[in-house]
Nanobody, 117 residues
Framework: QVQLVESGGGLVQAGGSLRLSCTASGSISRFNVMGWYRQAPGKQRELVAVKASGGGNTNYADSVKGRFTISRDNAENTVYLQMNSLKPEDTAVYYC??????????WGQGTQVTVSS
């Protein structure tokens, strides 16, 4: 079993920055992909950014490229999302996800990010 704990959400004005953190604990496979998804009211959950372990591939949604940066501390099983130049359309609940080698996906409880105009 894997548990994910997120932190760092909040309220920020447009143009501001926030940093999200997600730490995984439990039976974590050596290879995994960790990342962030978000879900705005009335919309489907969408990928924001993901990064494989061991310095592997990174993938960003087009809407956040150049503004958001995902990074990992594999020793601490932690993934970060630095969000700069935030826009009102970035407002959503942000979820951390760990995709394990077993094919099972683990999700965090979500953290609210609200960007005011």
């Amino acid at each position: 079993q894997v548990q994910l704990v997120e932190s760092g959400g909040g309220l920020v004005q447009a143009g501001g920055s926030l940093r999200l953190s997600c730490t995984a604990s439990g039976s974590i496979s050596r290879f995994n992909v960790m990342g962030w998804y978000r879900q705005a009211p009335g919309k489907q959950r969408e990928l924001v950014a993901v990064k494989a372990s061991g310095g592997g591939n990174t993938n960003y949604a087009d809407s956040v490229k150049g503004r958001f940066t995902i990074s990992r501390d594999n020793a601490e099983n932690t993934v970060y999302l630095q969000m700069n130049s935030l826009k009102p359309e970035d407002t959503a609940v942000y979820y951390c996800k760990l995709a394990a080698m077993t094919g099972y996906d683990y999700w965090g409880q979500g953290t609210q990010v609200t960007v005011s105009s």
